[in-house]
């Protein structure tokens, strides 16, 4: 069982900067080292589904993006005692503005895991 916080949210002009938090806890990440753990980020804005917005590529560590969001967001990881994956995002725009989800382990090419969510509001 892993558990995952989210944090980092809140309201933001757009233009403005956050960066979003995701803790992973847990008795083990499936065998894995954290380093080489599956995790990403999804969003999901009020009446759309839940979208991808960023991951680790797992083969080779690879930092995936959509396409809405390349130049603007960074996903990096802490692999030291805190075991975070950040996300950087610079530049947001209004259409940015959903609840944000932390997500871990990837079966059967679909995530296992999910955190409860941030709110990420972007003013115009």
């Known amino acids: 069982q892993v558990q995952l916080v989210e944090s980092g949210g809140g309201l933001v002009q757009a233009g403005g900067s956050l960066r979003l938090s995701c803790a992973a806890s847990g008795r083990s990440f499936s065998g894995r080292t954290f380093t080489n753990y599956p995790m990403g980020w999804f969003r999901q804005a009020p009446g759309k589904e839940r979208e991808f917005v960023s991951d680790f590529n797992t083969s080779d560590g690879r930092k995936n993006y959509a396409d809405s969001v390349k130049g603007r967001f960074t996903i990096s990881r802490d692999n030291a005692a805190k075991n975070t994956v950040y996300l950087q995002m610079n530049n947001l725009k209004p259409e940015d503005t959903a609840v944000y989800y932390c997500?871990?382990?990837?079966?059967?090419?679909?995530?296992?895991?999910w955190g409860q969510g941030t709110q990420v509001t972007v003013s115009s």
């Open positions: 997500a871990a382990d990837l079966r059967r090419g679909k995530y296992f895991y």
